[in-house]
């Protein structure tokens, strides 16, 4: 099957199973081992998947080693981490786990936190090699559609190119923008924003009738 399959037959299996998925380590199994094969990444095979990274060195004696559940490595060079949650739980980064591991990890461009359904990609537009606060794509696999197909493939290991999945970045997050700025102008519009499209109707309007004029 190609990658599009993959990925409805996912969603299908996460369809019919989440209630029956029970924490974090289930939910890792289930679901999110899963999303990353089918991303290209190999799960068996240790210098590509790392379960429970150490991803900082910690003060031996004072400070615990902390973990990321998953550190995705391409040719031994470590290129994103992932923090997993429960599928009952909501993928927010709550305790700023995954920005602490992501200013500890130079190498990593790409940062995700999710629960197995909806998965929250993060990198470092505001400040260099510093996780930003918002994500900058949002993938759902129960509710996605062509451009979120095409947006998760900047991810497959064929396809991961930090400064294209950096560039595409910005772009999404300006697209976003407009997107948002232009629904939230409709639904609530500023006098401005009235004012403009009361003036650019009359434009219209003059031109039609001007169209319509017998000679």
Not at 67 to 91: R, S
Not at 155 to 161: E, K, T
Not at 168 to 179: C, F, R
Request: charged content about 25%; aromatic content about 12%.
């Amino acid at each position: 099957m190609g990658f599009t399959e993959d990925l409805a037959k996912l969603s299908e299996h996460v369809r019919q199973k989440r209630a029956l998925v029970i924490g974090e380590e289930n939910t890792k199994a289930a679901f999110i081992s899963p999303f990353l094969g089918i991303l290209g990444y190999n799960i068996t095979d240790p210098t590509e998947v790392m379960h429970e990274y150490f991803a900082d060195f910690g003060t031996p004696g004072k400070v615990k080693p902390k973990k990321v559940d998953y550190a995705i490595a391409i040719n031994g060079k470590l290129v994103m981490l992932i923090e997993a949650k429960a599928c009952t739980e909501t993928p927010e980064v709550h305790d700023g786990q995954l920005k602490y591991y992501f200013n500890a990890v130079r190498t990593a461009r790409v940062s995700i936190v999710t629960n197995g359904v909806e998965y929250r990609f993060f990198t470092d537009l505001e400040d260099a090699n510093m996780m930003d606060k918002e994500p900058f794509f949002t993938f759902n696999i129960l509710d996605y559609g062509s451009k979120d197909i095409e947006n998760l493939k900047l991810f497959h290991r064929d396809n991961f190119d930090a400064t294209r999945i950096k560039n595409d970045a910005e772009e999404i997050l300006y697209t976003n923008g407009i997107s948002g700025l232009v629904d939230s102008l409709w639904v609530s519009p500023s006098d401005k924003f009235v004012h403009f499209l009361v003036k650019e109707m009359g434009t219209v309007e003059s031109k039609y009738e001007s169209s319509h004029v017998v000679r």
